[in-house]
């Protein structure tokens, strides 16, 4: 607990507030603590062991990817972070080398890269990371209370704090907060639109896609007598061919998360007959002929709330100042694509260079200048997330453009022509990992190809 005295009246320019102790929400705190003198991160779940998984994260116990890119961020922000994930357990993995992936027509090439990374369980690597920020004398934790209100200014022009609601009142609980800058990274459930239209501003248009994607995961004890030449599979679902899917993901401890996914709501089963048979439908029974004889570790967990969601403060004219958001509470993703937690790293780097610049520039509408600079950022992977959903019939919401609808077209080309060149499936994996930007497979080379292969038959099956 700490013992913080509410000032209404004026901001504190030495604190800064984050809400939502998420991935995001950690990483936000991570990079205030080099602008602030204080930082105040309110998580409303019960954390006393930093290693443990929170209630709140119900997608927890399932496959969370951490992607070159991402693992870069992290490392710069939390040096040494790669080598205690090791000293964990957790695997290295070269990508492009040590998994199994199966494409349009057959299993991808494999091929060496520099794209590696450290494959865990969400838990691990998040409870790393609040860890070493519990280090830092600059960060405050507070645990059991939310966010229920902002603190304004007396015609709303700007947030200066926060109302909090504590569900273990003591006399140390203080019910506002000051703070000059605010950081919302409560997730999908953000309630900042809600707080807008009531200070009088107008709520962020959103764009919704949703392919009905539905999964579930089971851990598994890794068997001691597997020998094999790989670390990680993946059988991708194929519009007009299978729409299921699934993901065997290594772990820490010699453990496997294995996640199978259904798109336009042909969910997996929860029960083992039913987990088992949905494994065996893929395109091929690889991973039922590996779980059938693996030692599970875990009850099967669901999810199912996996529609793409972007809400568009870039687009706003007006923003109180002294409030941003990021992480899901401005765009969450199919979590399929494993893109979630990199962006997010992404998302922090740009907090990050907004508030250096505001050491040369203005302070005046810095909340809209960095959501502009945010939106930038999320542009890449909301095409990736959606262009992949919009392939089904089923899915449901803002339909692509032409421009879009033609992109997606030269990608399906790319991605077939991979599977005879480990070259071209270098790059597109590089992209893929947020390394290099998807004008990458748009170099002269990869443009020949795809055009030559106009004409020739395209399979799409295995």
């Not at 013992?3 to 950690?26: E, K, Q």
């Not at 010699?254 to 494994?279: C, K, M, N, Q, S």
Request: glycine fraction near 8%; charge should be positive.
């Amino acid at each position: 607990m700490i013992s913080l005295v509410a000032d209404t009246s004026v901001d504190s320019p030495r604190r800064a507030i984050v809400i939502g102790g998420s991935m995001a929400g950690l990483l936000a705190a991570r990079v205030l603590i080099d602008h602030f003198a204080e930082v105040v991160l309110i998580e409303r779940d019960g954390v006393s062991d930093p290693l443990a998984t929170r209630p709140g994260v119900p997608q927890s116990q399932h496959v969370h990817v951490l992607l070159t890119q991402g693992q870069r961020l992290l490392e710069q922000l939390f040096p040494g972070l790669a080598a205690a994930l090791t000293a964990a357990g957790a695997p290295t993995v070269e990508w492009t080398a040590d998994w199994l992936m199966l494409g349009a027509g057959k299993w991808l090439p494999r091929c060496s890269s520099d794209l590696s990374g450290r494959t865990c369980s969400r838990t691990l690597l998040e409870g790393l990371i609040r860890q070493r920020l519990l280090a830092s004398p600059k960060l405050t934790l507070l645990t059991g209370c939310q966010v229920e209100g902002l603190l304004t200014t007396k015609e709303n022009q700007r947030v200066n704090g926060v109302q909090l609601h504590w569900r273990t009142p003591d006399a140390a609980s203080v019910p506002l907060l000051s703070a000059a800058l605010v950081v919302d990274a409560s997730g999908r459930n953000s309630a900042l639109p809600s707080w807008l239209t009531q200070m009088g501003y107008d709520a962020p248009p959103e764009t919704m896609i949703n392919a009905f994607l539905g999964y579930a995961s089971r851990w598994y004890e890794r068997p001691k007598s597997l020998e094999a030449d790989w670390q990680g599979i993946t059988v991708a679902a194929l519009e007009g061919v299978n729409s299921r899917g699934g993901v065997l993901y290594p772990i820490e401890n010699d453990r496997w998360i294995v996640t199978l996914g259904g798109v336009g709501h042909d969910y997996p089963p929860t029960d083992e007959t039913g987990f088992l048979a949905f494994a065996r439908s893929l395109r091929v029974p690889i991973l039922y002929d590996l779980l059938k004889e693996a030692q599970p570790l875990s009850p099967i967990y669901s999810y199912r709330r996996t529609e793409n969601r972007w809400r568009h403060y870039e687009r706003l004219h007006h923003m109180p100042e002294g409030i941003v958001a990021l992480g899901d509470a401005v765009c969450a993703f199919n979590p399929v694509y494993g893109q979630g937690m990199t962006t997010a790293a992404l998302s922090a780097m740009t907090l990050d260079r907004c508030l250096k610049q505001v050491q040369t520039q203005t302070r005046n509408h810095f909340s809209l200048r960095f959501h502009k600079q945010l939106a930038r950022q999320l542009k890449t992977p909301w095409l990736m997330a959606t262009g992949e959903d919009g392939r089904w019939s089923t899915t449901k919401g803002a339909q692509p453009g032409r421009r879009e609808r033609l992109m997606q077209k030269y990608f399906d080309r790319v991605t077939v022509l991979m599977q005879d060149s480990p070259a071209l499936m270098k790059t597109f994996a590089e992209v893929v990992h947020m390394v290099k930007p998807p004008t990458a497979l748009l170099a002269p080379g990869i443009v020949l190809q795809v055009l030559a292969s106009y004409g020739k038959r395209i399979p799409n099956t295995n």
